[in-house]
T-cell receptor, first 112, second 116 residues
């Protein structure tokens, strides 16, 4: 069993829809949870960074962490074609100098 | 925001040659740098963690004699793929952190290596 499971998609939704992306994990020691966006042939870009359980909102993006269920989510409101990319969940036990475990990424396509 | 650069962005080499990839933190001092490899349609896999002035720590299954890592300064780490083979063709990405409390890792744009 992988430490982090993520549905690879692809996921295709119409412009303006709410997108829900999810990951599950097995390591209860994970404390830091991240979502990255990666465009084709580019490095990942950090979108959201959350410590422990709870919600965090930034513009059209909302990250949720439920440590009791070992489940994290990223919601994108009012999705735009420019949001089309691969979204990677990631998590670590410690802070910035710790090893990050990535999910396999979900390919998202927003149809105009 | 913090910027990490990589050079070259793309490299094509013949089998058996060595290739060096540079990772630089442009506006902060990186106490720790990480090297990842990403195959097509797959996630990033950590290869090694490097701290300035000390030997890199390699992940299980990564050959340290094949993937040489040098972190000679607080702004530069290099990855050398020695005696490259076609199966080493991949997207190599570095990340860097200053190690400050709550500070995240910042990723470079990646280097695409193609070994013929």
């Amino acid at each position: 069993q992988k430490e982090v499971e993520q549905d690879p998609g692809p996921l295709s939704v119409p412009e303006g829809a709410i997108v829900s992306l999810n990951c599950t994990y097995s390591n209860s020691a994970f404390q830091y949870f991240m979502w990255y966006r990666q465009y084709s042939r580019k490095g990942p870009e950090l979108l959201m960074y959350t410590y422990s359980s709870g919600n965090k909102e930034d513009g059209r993006f909302t990250a949720q962490v439920d440590k009791s269920s070992k489940y994290i989510s990223l919601f994108i409101r009012d999705s735009q074609p420019s949001d089309s990319a691969t979204y990677l969940c990631a998590m670590s036990e410690g802070s910035s100098a710790s090893k990050i475990i990535f999910g396999s990424g979900t390919r998202l396509s927003i149809r105009p | 925001g913090a910027v990490v650069s990589q050079h070259p962005s793309r490299v094509i080499c013949k089998s058996g040659t060595s290739v060096k990839i540079e990772c630089r933190s442009l506006d902060f001092q990186a106490t720790t740098m990480f090297w990842y490899r990403q195959f097509p349609k797959q996630s990033l896999m950590l290869m090694a963690t490097s701290n300035e002035g000390s030997k890199a720590t390699y992940e299980q299954g990564v050959e340290k004699d094949k993937f040489l890592i040098n972190h000679a300064s607080l702004t530069l780490s290099t990855l050398t793929v020695t005696s490259a083979h076609p199966e080493d063709s991949s997207f190599y990405i570095c990340s860097a952190t200053s190690g400050l409390a709550g500070n995240e890792q910042f990723f470079g744009p990646g280097t695409r290596l193609t070994v013929l």
